[in-house]
Each structure stands twice: as C-alpha cells, then as structure tokens.
C-alpha cells in the first residue's frame, strides 16, 4: 500500500476467536518500523464493534518503506501476528498538517509548532456538545463558519458526560443525545458504543477538511452539559484511562490535542491516570494539558512528563483577568499557557461580553503570556442547541433567544478569529511578554528581539524609550484588530523613538526586522 505523509491510513484486523468483552479485555497494538532508518513507531488499536479492530497510522516521514506487525495480549491469530508493509510518496498537498506536520510543543515550551518547526497558534472555538448532539449537515455549516473566520481548532467534549441527562437517543429531538458508554450513566466507561464513535468519525472528518483541530476532552469534571453530575470525577482513574487509550487509537493519527481534565482542580485522580496513558501510547507527541475552572490554583502536575499545557479560565461574569494567565505564565517548568474559557459571549444576557469585548480579551490574554493561543465560546453554541426555544438549559448559560445557528453569527467571533490571520506567517514561536521594549502598550517579544507585537487598546503613537529604539525591529505594520487592515507601515530611521498613529482605536503594532 502506498500513503503520502502526515496522512491517516487505516488497517483493518478481524478476529478469528470470540472475545467476550472486546473493548475491556483485548489490548492490541502494531509496531511500524520504518526500513531506511530503523525508526520505530508504536500505535494501539481500537476495537470498531463486531469482531473488527482497526490501527490508524500517519507516516511522519516523507519517504521510505514501513513495515508492520501487531502484536497483543490475545491468542488470536486473526488479531495477533499479522504483518505488511507501507510505502511513502511524495506529494503536494494544500493540507497545512500535510505539508508541516502535526502540531507539538515548541522547543521552549510556550507555543505550538508544526512537526517541522513552523509556528502556529492556537485559534480555538467552544463547541462542546457537537460529538453528540450536531448532525453531518450541521457540522459542515459550522465547519465551513468557522475555517472562514479564521479558526484552526474547536473544544469538544467527547462524550456527553452528565450522568443524570435525560432526553431521547435522537440528534434532531429537543434535549436530545447520542451516548458513548451505556454505563456512564452509573459512572463507569466499560461499555462502549462503537456505532457513536463511527459517527464521530465522520463530524470529525469534516472538522478535519476545513482545517478545524479537535481538541479531544475525554469526560468533563466540572459543570458539563447541563450540571447533572458529572462522570468525570467519579469514574474509576483505571477505566478513564482505558478511554484516553482508545481516544489516541481511533484519533491520534490525525491532528489532535488532549484535554485530558476540564473544569476541575487539576487534582483529580482521574487526570494522572489519563495523561499518563496518553504519553504513552502517543506516537506523534501531540500536545496533553489541563483546563481548570474559574477557583483553580492552575498548576496541577507541573512537573509531569505527560503535561505541555495549562489552561486556565476566568469564569462567565463578562471580566478582563489577564492576570491569571500572566501568574501561569511565571510557573516552572514551563509549560504552554492560554485562557481556554473566557466569558461566553452573550451568556445569560444579551450584550453581555459581546463584540470588541472577545477581541481585546483575545488580545490581552496574548500579550499576558497566554502564547499558545486564543480562545472563543458563545452562549447556545457550546452546548448545541438545537433552537431558540429548546427547553431544559442552564439559563446562565445561554445566549437568549438563540439556538446554535444563531449564535454562529456572533461578532465576538469574527474578531478572535482575525487574531490568527493578523499574525499568520510571523515567527511566533516562543514569544514572550515585555514591558520594557516601548511605553504603555501590551507587548510579546522573540527571543532574539527580531519581532515585537504590541497591543493597545486605545490607539495612539507606540513611543519607544531610547535605551531600547536602537535594537528595536525597524519594518512595521499598525493594523485594526476589528477588520484585520492594515492601516500604516514603514519603516523607522535610525533615531526614530515613536510609531506613530492618530489613536482612539485598538491597534496592534507589528514590528520585525525583515
């Protein structure tokens, strides 16, 4: 079989014995051993219904020869043993992944990177209940929004986790739902559905063709859906990490990011046992991290293997709190930092957080240290519901008079979206905050001083002190954060102190050295 690179390519495995408990009591790998180098990569398989495995891979190599034999826990010769090989092809693609790799951390740990080094940056949506409760349909109008506005990931739990929800099996029903485990409802994850998943396959294709990254959260600890008890605290840390195992297997071979905790302490047992899981069977070292909710000290395992990122969120209450993003940027070891849950626009009151709001949160949590991205959620969009007058939610939390499709038209949305567009193509990688390099205004610095972006919220001439304007990027662009526009460039004479720009609208200054 022939498969270009950073592609997923399917093997397909059927037992010859019967397994009584497939997805508990059958573990089953394959190791690909790439000829030319002796590269060894392990991927586990997931069990697919029936008597059907599959292993999902995705050659990081451009070329070369892969041979494969699987291996497990079961004397089942239609399972165990088998062998084959894959062969790399050249091609071009316009897939960014294709072309540059998986995301992973950056050397320094602050920011996203391809798997060839090229920088990226997080632009992430909230819309966590699309697995279970969007259609195909549904998911191709808000994929083709999103990708349009700029985004590159979306937040997603992967399962509906509260275990007192109550609705019909049926997408298109009010306060309806599809279900992943039979048993979460009793806080367990031993029976699985496959039929859920292979539908899930298809919502995350399309996420996939338009450009969107799934941010993959196994069992939510916090809130959830509609605050009905949670599964993700309660169940046993053994079972969760079987289904982080089974996450990496079906979606690990293709661009992913683990949000292994969510809304909770960080302290929960669950969360070791998840990204320790993770780490291990994560071929590709896609990014692992944490998201805690609005009370959390947001440092949780600091030191762990499996953790690359920490994500804060200030809670729903329509406030500007860079500082928590600023105070996580400062602990050590260094980990990626972002707020992942600002207010939810239009949540619980129309205008609430609404338009320019997202825009300088986006900006703000940036230039504070949150430099492996920005984050976006809207009311009724999140939770996915279905219509303006769908029943049974958290009033708190939804936009009014909204369901899903609405809220898709958000301004706020448009705006974080530009801030990927602004800085596409600039070497973001490892940027960090700076006050030093001009006067008032927000600032990132590289490490190598060639880029500077400040953020001002009001405009007006970027001052640059003098014991700093000489080593300052002389080429710079002032843009509009509410159109992406750019306004002004130029390029600073030697004994130039000041960028100038009339004021009375954000700005941001890009400034580098060509």
């Not at 004397?75 to 088998?82: A, K, T």
Request: proline fraction near 7%; charge should be negative.
């Amino acid at each position: 079989m022939s498969v270009p690179a950073w592609r997923e390519t399917e093997l397909s495995l059927t037992a010859e014995r019967s397994h009584t408990n497939p997805y508990l009591d059958v573990e089953l790998w394959a190791e690909f051993t790439h000829v030319p180098t002796g590269t060894v990569l392990r991927r586990p398989a997931f069990w697919d219904g029936g008597s059907t495995w599959l292993v999902r891979f995705a050659s990081p190599l451009a070329s070369g020869l892969w041979n494969w034999r699987t291996d497990g826990n079961v004397d089942d010769p239609g399972l165990v043993g088998r062998t084959g090989e894959l062969a790399v092809v050249a091609g071009e693609s316009a897939d960014r992944f294709q072309r540059y790799g998986f995301w992973r951390m950056s050397p320094g740990g602050r920011s996203l990177v391809h798997a060839d080094g090229t920088p990226a940056l997080l632009v992430a949506d909230t819309a966590w209940a699309l697995p279970w409760r969007a259609t195909p349909d549904d998911v191709r109008v808000y994929a083709a929004d999103r990708a349009e506005k700029g985004f590159n990931a979306v937040l997603l739990m992967s399962v509906q986790p509260d275990m007192h929800a109550r609705g019909s099996r049926d997408r298109t029903e009010d306060e309806g739902f599809d279900v992943g485990f039979e048993d979460l409802k009793d806080g367990r994850l031993t029976d699985l559905n496959p039929a859920y998943f292979q539908y899930l396959d298809g919502l995350l294709d399309i996420l996939g063709d338009h450009g969107l990254v799934p941010v993959l959260q196994p069992v939510f600890q916090g809130f959830g859906w509609k605050g009905r008890s949670v599964a993700g605290t309660v169940v046993p840390p053994e079972e969760y990490a079987r289904y982080c195992r089974y996450l990496v297997a079906r979606y690990g071979a293709r661009p992913a990011i683990y949000l292994v905790g969510a809304d909770g302490s960080g302290e929960e047992p669950q969360l070791v046992a998840g990204g320790e899981e993770i780490e291990a069977w994560d071929a590709y070292g896609q990014p692992c991290g944490l998201h805690y909710r609005p009370n959390g000290h947001n440092r949780a395992h600091q030191d762990a293997a499996w953790l690359d990122f920490q994500w804060c969120q200030t809670g729903h209450r329509g406030e500007h709190l860079p500082e928590r993003v600023a105070d996580m940027w400062r602990n050590e070891p260094v980990k990626g930092v972002a707020n992942g849950e600002p207010t939810y626009e239009n949540s619980g009151e129309k205008g609430k957080s609404s338009g320019w709001w997202q825009g300088h949160e986006a900006w703000s949590n940036l230039c504070a240290g949150g430099t492996m991205g920005v984050v976006y959620g809207a009311g009724s969009l999140w939770q996915w519901r279905l219509h303006s007058d769908e029943p049974d939610h958290e009033p708190f939390f939804l936009a009014p008079g909204c369901g899903w499709r609405e809220a898709l038209d958000f301004e706020g949305s448009h705006l974080v979206g530009l801030v990927g567009r602004i800085l596409d193509g600039l070497p973001t990688t490892d940027l960090r905050p700076n006050w030093e390099r001009a006067v008032g205004a927000r600032g990132l610095t590289s490490e190598d001083g060639t880029l500077y972006i400040g953020y001002s919220e009001r405009g007006g001439p970027l001052w640059l002190p003098a014991e700093t304007a000489k080593g300052f990027p002389r080429s710079y662009r002032v843009v509009d954060p509410r159109t992406g526009e750019t306004v002004a460039e130029g390029v600073l004479a030697a004994d130039d102190t000041m960028i100038p720009d009339e004021g009375g609208a954000p700005r941001i200054f890009v400034c580098y050295d060509e």
